[in-house]
């Protein structure tokens, strides 16, 4: 199984010395999403950037792994929200990185369905465990709920 998309970056005016770093990104369902650096690194406020890309990956990945464990144990979830949050800073080799992410979902079940801590942590750490792109990391990521 592979994926693919397409960056792509035209040259445009911009200040004397800089370069524009507004580009888009299109995924290979069709969806495009204009993107940026960070603000810190002279890029645009208004689109997504790639450390901000890399946290919904993460985030969406949990999330969808966690519903599909809790679709098995035949527990219906109604809603997730998850307020995900990334930081960089250095890593080992003293490079700039995004060095922790923090997931904060917010799950509730079905009406009338009771659903014990115990196994909602159990979920969670299954859910992490078999995450695709949370195997792919490098950084620390907490699950906090």
């Known amino acids: 199984m ?3 998309l397409t960056v792509n970056w035209q040259t445009s005016s911009s200040e004397e010395g800089e ?4 580009h888009q990104i299109t995924y ?7 993107a940026s650096s960070a603000v810190e ?3 645009n406020a ?4 790639p450390e901000e890309g890399l946290l919904g990956a993460l985030s969406s990945c949990h999330m969808l792994t966690f519903l599909a464990i809790a679709h098995l144990k035949r527990l219906p979830v109604v809603s997730y929200v998850d307020h995900a949050t990334a930081e960089l800073g250095k ?3 003293g490079k700039v990185a995004v060095t922790k992410m923090n997931l904060f979902p917010e799950v509730v079940f079905g009406e009338g369905v009771e659903v014990s801590e115990a196994v909602i942590d159990k979920i969670h750490q ?3 465990a078999n995450c695709f792109i949370a195997n792919s ?9």
């Open 2 to 4: 592979g994926f693919k």
């Open 19 to 22: 370069f524009n770093r507004d």
């Open 28 to 34: 290979g369902s069709g969806q495009v999403v204009n």
């Open 41 to 43: 690194y002279k890029g």
């Open 46 to 49: 208004e689109k997504v950037n």
């Open 91 to 93: 890593n080992e080799d």
């Open 126 to 128: 299954k859910a992490h």
């Open 137 to 145: 990391l490098a950084c620390d990521v907490k699950i906090n709920y």
